[in-house]
């Protein structure tokens, strides 16, 4: 079945470390996307990448690294610099070219992710 | 910039009750418009599309219609069950020609329970 992966499910991090999320997709989708979810909030857009080895930062990337080195991952770093990084952590997908159904993005069942 | 608003939650109602989730936006242009739903702990699933004005999105009993006079993107449902209990996102996405990565702007969600 065709889908978005993401590991682990839950993740607990003491303060100062750095910990990698991972996010896997089987879809031959070209852009793919990282937003954080906040208890009573929307989601907002952290980084995303239209094709491998390029991405760009989105509305709230302090703190956060990201990599785009095969087309079907797209892993995420939350660094020691994010100074609030508990939160549940969504990827999703899109496929860029064509018509109809471009403008969609999948998601993963995300990762949620608590600072001890 | 690019803005949409969901009404306020939590919404309780009981089964076999009309939902009605409003959903108003601001943008340039002509944006796609989305319906996205949450349950709980897990990722967000597409729900319903609508991509021009006049369009009217359906899945599930769910249905939606771009209203670009009135700007708005009203969820409804005839009849609710409990497995309905969900947050329910209202969203945009705006192309921007050659440029567009295909940014979704979130509303806040809202919190939607049915009782038996």
């Known amino acids: 079945d065709g889908g978005i992966t993401q590991s682990p499910k839950y993740l607990f991090r003491k303060e100062g470390q750095n910990v990698t999320l991972s996010c896997e997709q089987n879809l031959n989708h070209d852009a793919m996307y990282w937003y954080r979810q906040d208890p009573g909030q929307g989601l907002r857009l952290i980084y995303y990448s239209q094709i491998v080895n390029d991405f760009q930062k989105g509305d709230i990337a302090e703190g956060y690294s990201v990599s785009r080195e095969k087309k079907e991952s797209f892993p995420l770093t939350v660094t020691s610099a994010q100074k609030n990084p508990t939160a549940f952590y969504l990827c999703a997908s899109r496929y860029r070219h064509g018509g109809q159904g471009t403008d969609t993005q999948y998601f993963g069942p995300g990762t949620r992710l608590t600072v001890l | 910039g690019d803005s949409v608003t969901q009404m306020e939650g939590p919404v309780t109602l009981s089964e076999e009750a009309f939902l009605t989730i409003n959903c108003t936006y601001t943008a340039t242009g002509y944006p796609s418009l989305f319906w996205y739903v949450q349950y709980p702990g897990e990722g967000l699933q597409l729900l319903l599309k609508a991509t021009k004005a006049d369009d009217k999105g359906s899945n599930k009993g769910f249905e939606a219609t771009y209203r670009k006079e009135t700007t708005s993107f009203h969820l409804e449902k005839g009849s609710v069950q409990v497995s309905d209990s969900a947050v329910y996102f209202c969203?945009?996405?705006?192309?921007?020609?050659?440029?567009?990565?295909?940014?979704?702007?979130f509303g806040q969600g809202t919190i939607l329970t049915v009782h038996p």
């Open positions: 969203a945009l996405s705006r192309s921007a020609g050659g440029t567009s990565y295909g940014k979704l702007t």
